[in-house]
């Protein structure tokens, strides 16, 4: 017997929207670091 390899459509959605929701989750994390340098930075030139 011979499985289908190929996801259903829901199951596949499914994992593209967990893909998009993390990838989300980590542009939030590199602004943060990024605005997080730029206040640090201002902070130093101020000095």
Same mark, same amino acid.
């Given at each position: 017997?011979?499985?289908?390899?190929?996801?259903?459509?829901?199951?596949?959605?499914?994992?593209?929207?967990?893909?998009?929701?993390?990838? /989300?989750?980590?542009?939030?994390?590199?602004? =943060? %670091?990024?605005?997080? /340098?730029?206040?640090?930075?201002?902070?130093? =030139? %101020?000095?």
């Amino acid at each position: 017997m011979r499985k289908e390899l190929a996801p259903e459509t829901g199951q596949f959605n499914e994992i593209i929207s967990i893909i998009d929701i993390a990838r /989300l989750r980590a542009l939030k994390a590199v602004n =943060a %670091e990024l605005t997080e /340098l730029a206040l640090e930075s201002g902070q130093y =030139a %101020e000095e």
